[in-house]
């Protein structure tokens, strides 16, 4: 299966103030089944938050790339790459200081299989009929600005895990972010008005050209009064 994807992060205006490095993450790889995308957000109250989302985000691209379907294989490699994470990180040090969140999709001519840990927002959408889609929702903690890590010892209860039929071919994977203006709340669904103008620019350009749109829009000043968060978002397009 043929498949396109953009992806970018930006470092939100707080981060740059305090000169703290982004601690968002994304990566996304060609397997035999389509594409494997991730995007992790670092937490900001851990000082190695930005190699925690990193080394998290490596191990399960490459662990879900080397699955050939999206069954029972892939959730049992899926658990063992962050299990796998959480080992590295242990070994250099507190495992509260890498906290991140995690959030994802490995497409394939079957469906596809999303995951998600924590906040952030998943959207898988029909790109024949923007009104059929679906979402994997932010989860957040019991207090406000509070969410569930990678790191945290009762990781595998927030680990949420679903599989979408194969005609939702669009895919938009953001951080926490870049939800505060991609999507809307109360329920979760796609801002269409900002999505769709950038899925037709992104699937009619070059990567080229379509990385550096991504990411003036990214860092656009109007972005930047609504969070002064890092900010990432990922397009994929299965073809």
């Known amino acids: 299966m043929a498949g396109r994807f953009l992806g970018c992060s930006v470092t939100g205006s707080s981060h740059i103030d305090g ?25 900001g109250s851990a000082q190695y938050s930005h190699l925690g989302s990193k080394q998290l985000i490596d191990k399960v691209c490459e662990a879900l790339a080397q699955e050939k379907t999206i069954g029972e294989s892939a959730i049992v490699s899926l658990k063992t790459a962050i299990s796998e994470a959480r080992k590295c990180v242990a070994l250099q040090g507190e495992i509260s200081d890498y906290h991140a969140t995690l959030c994802g999709v490995a497409t394939s001519h079957e ?18 009929d923007w009104s059929d889609f ?22 595998q209860s927030h680990l949420r895990i679903m599989c979408a039929p194969e ?33 037709n620019y992104l699937a009619s350009v070059d990567d080229t ?31």
Not at 22 to 42: E, P, R
Request: with cysteine; charged share 20%.
């Open 19 to 43: 000169k703290i490095p982004c601690q968002d993450a994304w990566q996304v790889k060609k397997t035999a089944m389509g594409l494997v995308a991730c995007v992790s957000d670092g937490a």
């Open 111 to 128: 469906g596809s299989l999303v995951f998600h840990i924590g906040d952030g927002i998943v959207i898988g959408i029909n790109p024949e």
């Open 134 to 155: 679906i979402v994997s929702e932010p989860e957040n903690g019991e207090f406000a600005e509070t969410t569930y890590f990678f790191t945290l010892p009762d990781w």
């Open 167 to 199: 005609r939702y071919k669009l895919w938009f994977l953001m951080s926490d972010g870049a939800a505060s203006f991609a999507a809307l709340t109360n329920p979760y669904r796609p801002t269409t008005n900002f999505l769709l103008p950038i899925h």
């Open 209 to 239: 050209t379509g990385r550096h749109a991504l990411k003036n829009t990214l860092n656009d000043p109007r972005t930047n009064s609504i969070t002064n968060d890092d900010k990432t978002l990922v397009w994929l397009l299965n073809e």
